[in-house]
């Protein structure tokens, strides 16, 4: 009878210990949160992946290359806006679209008949900024895990060395 007890308590423990492993919620720069927020989190991760690679591919010969800028814009409007508030969804477009947005930046470079060079990539710090500090604020309303998420995303994106880059390229 006591080999039973202690082996219906080994059970018991080991499905425990199965339930808080499984059940565990993703975390993202050392915040835990539901998977539908880190689903769209790595979406909106992806959809500012795509953007930087396609800005990095810019030649203002090729109409296909501000196609595919323009593609990546409206994909992260859309998607990355989900459950932000107006203010912050208008922000979001501002920094892709606004007077100083990164769309508005390589039109004009198109227009103009240049290349994105380094004073033309160094305007898309504040385009950047704002467009994964706004994904960021669809999914997580607390401040201080906010700026851990949005620090963490720029690492993961290597924002800095990207818009180097992107600079870089056509400096000759």
Do not use: C
């Not at 953007?51 to 501000?66: A, C, G, Q, V, W």
């Not at 947005?101 to 710090?125: C, E, L, M, P």
């Not at 994904?135 to 720029?154: E, L």
């Amino acid at each position: 009878m006591r080999k039973a007890f202690i082996a219906l308590g080994v059970v018991i423990a080991a499905l425990l210990i199965a339930f808080i492993t499984f059940n565990q919620q993703p975390k993202y720069a050392d915040v835990s949160m539901p998977k539908a927020d880190y689903t769209h989190l790595q979406e909106s991760r992806t959809n500012i992946k795509r953007l930087i690679d396609d800005l990095s591919k810019f030649n203002y010969k090729k109409d296909s290359t501000m196609a595919a800028i323009e593609k990546d814009a409206k994909i992260i409007a859309n998607e990355n806006s989900k459950d932000l508030s107006s203010s912050d969804a208008q922000t979001l477009r501002d920094a892709l679209h606004g007077q100083n947005g990164i769309v508005t930046i390589v039109k004009a470079a198109q227009t103009g008949k240049y290349n994105i060079d380094a004073s033309v990539a160094s305007r898309f710090h504040t385009g950047f900024d704002s467009i994964i500090t706004m994904s960021v604020n669809a999914i997580n309303k607390s401040s201080a895990q906010r700026a851990n998420i949005v620090t963490q995303m720029k690492k993961d994106l290597n924002i800095e060395e990207a818009i180097y880059q992107i600079g870089a390229k056509h400096e000759e």
